[in-house]
């Protein structure tokens, strides 16, 4: 019943991430044109090309603005994520051994000495 509850999550996530592909691409383009343009805005030292500079990093600072909905996409990675991180974790790591069988010593002990004794 897990893996089918896992399996529908899985599905959805996808869809969702492949619905918001445009969205996740414009808003990687539109920041790297508004890291580069911020980036020569600071370097350059003449008043004219800071304005052309400046114009061009307000302008892609709201393109990346405009594409929100590649936050949502973003999500659904992160959910495709841990779906496969969780239906590839095996029955024994969801299940660990009790800390007080292992961390006991008097245990530990009590079992040495049953097998020396055999």
Do not use: C, H, R
Not at 21 to 29: D, F, K, N
């Amino acid at each position: 019943m897990k893996k089918i509850g896992l399996f529908l999550i899985g599905i959805i996530a996808f869809f969702v991430l492949l619905g918001n592909v445009g969205p996740l691409i414009g808003l990687a383009i539109s920041l790297i044109v508004a890291y580069y343009a911020v980036k020569e805005f600071l370097k350059i030292e003449s008043t004219g090309s800071k304005i052309a500079w400046g114009i061009i990093a307000f302008i892609a600072i709201a393109f990346t603005i405009s594409n929100v909905p590649a936050v949502i996409a973003l999500v659904a990675a992160y959910v495709l994520y841990l779906v496969y991180k969780k239906w590839n974790q095996t029955k024994e790591e969801t299940n660990p051994p009790s800390t007080k069988e292992t961390s006991d010593p008097f245990t530990n002990f009590e079992k040495q000495w049953n097998l020396m004794n055999k």
